[in-house]
């Protein structure tokens, strides 16, 4: 039985490291978390915050994803998409998913991300 989502991977193109850096904890302030050696030989980075860890792997034919994509939940929606817009990400918010406010941002290399917050219904 499947009991908890680990991890999602992403994919960015070879030698993206420092770029991937910048942005998942710079911009987006997760905490970069160390590869085991084995892995780390491979290239890629891992990033954490609270319980959700994304990894990004290298890919020599590297397309970004535009469809497919990870949903993060935020608290305090409006300041984190303004914290974005502020390091120069660009921000499309989108009001299609009732009781929740979202936008979609890329990464970097062009692989789609949600953030969504929960709304009060009362």
Sequence with gaps: M???LDHVQLAAPP???EILRAFYAGVLGMSEVPKPPVLAARGGCWFATGGVR???GVE???RPARKAHPGLRVSGIEAYADRLESRGTAVVWD???PGHRRFFT???FGNRLEFLESVDAG
């Design 60 to 62: 020599a034919d590297f």
């Design 15 to 17: 030698g993206s490291e």
């Design 95 to 97: 009001g299609d998913l």
């Design 2 to 4: 499947i009991t908890a």
């Design 54 to 56: 994304l990894h990004i």
């Design 106 to 108: 890329d990464d970097p």
